[in-house]
């Protein structure tokens, strides 16, 4: 298994951010966003937020890669739907590269 965390802001608007939260209610769930979270490898997923900064943990099997999973999502409609609407409410962070979304965090401590 692989552990990922990956961070990411959202627009600093409390409306806003209060309907990114209800989007990620487990009943706002699309079906096919969460089947393919889980057909690309990942076998945990959760997000967490303090302020308009958000924080994934991602667990995988040893086989994911950002890759493939990349490719998987440019050839899925719904996918391609679920991040426009998503974009509403995010914004990169300062240093992310054009068009860049989550960014990877490195580990620089453990227990």
């Not at 989007?23 to 997923?45: F, L, Q």
Request: charged content about 25%; hydrophobic content about 40%; aromatic content about 12%.
């Amino acid at each position: 298994m692989k552990k990922y965390c990956l961070a990411l802001d959202l627009v600093d608007d409390p409306e806003l951010i209060a309907q990114y939260e209800d989007w990620h209610k487990k009943e706002n769930a699309w079906p096919a966003i969460t089947k393919s979270i889980t057909d690309s490898g990942i076998s945990n997923m959760e997000i967490y937020r303090t302020g308009n900064r958000l924080f994934m943990i991602m667990e995988t099997d040893d086989n994911f890669s950002f890759e493939s999973k990349a490719a998987m999502d440019e050839s899925n409609p719904k996918v391609q739907e679920w991040e426009q609407l998503m974009w509403k409410f995010q914004q990169p962070l300062p240093w992310a590269k054009n068009g860049e979304k989550w960014i990877i965090m490195n580990q620089i401590f453990h227990l």
